[in-house]
């Protein structure tokens, strides 16, 4: 079992940046496949970005809407994967929820993930 606690959350003016973290506990998550999904009122739960290893490193995804502009990685000795938010818009506010999945195919869709945590809120204001 692995149990996720994300913090980060919180209010920040259009431009500019909020860095969410996700603390894995119960099993050593640095082999686990990660991601980030978002939440907007009334929206479906969506792909932000994930990181997943692969043979000698880790490799990032991103969801279009946030490449360029966000940053996932990750710190093995503390379990936990960051979310770097820059350049944030209004568009950008949701609840963020953080995933993890041992193997995880296809890190861009919610049904790969096993655990997930209980989420922060991200309000960007115009």
């Known amino acids: 079992q692995v149990q996720l606690v994300e913090s980060g959350g919180g209010l920040v003016q259009a431009g500019g940046s909020l860095r969410l973290a996700c603390q894995a506990t119960?099993?050593?998550?640095?082999?686990?496949?990660m991601g980030w999904f978002r939440q907007a009122p009334g929206k479906e739960r969506e792909f932000v970005a994930a990181?997943?290893?692969?043979?000698?490193?880790?490799?990032?995804y991103y969801a279009d809407s946030v490449k360029g502009r966000f940053t996932i990685s990750r710190d093995n000795s503390k379990n936990t994967v960051y979310l770097q938010m820059n350049s944030l818009k209004p568009e950008d506010t949701a609840v963020y929820y953080c995933?993890?999945?041992?193997?995880?195919?296809?890190?861009?869709?919610?049904?790969?993930?096993?655990?997930w945590g209980q989420g922060t809120q991200v309000t960007v204001s115009s």
């Open positions: 995933a993890a999945d041992r193997i995880a195919n296809n890190v861009r869709l919610r049904h790969e993930y096993d655990y």
């Open positions: 119960g099993r050593t998550a640095s082999n686990y496949a």
């Open positions: 990181i997943k290893w692969s043979s000698y490193s880790d490799i990032t």
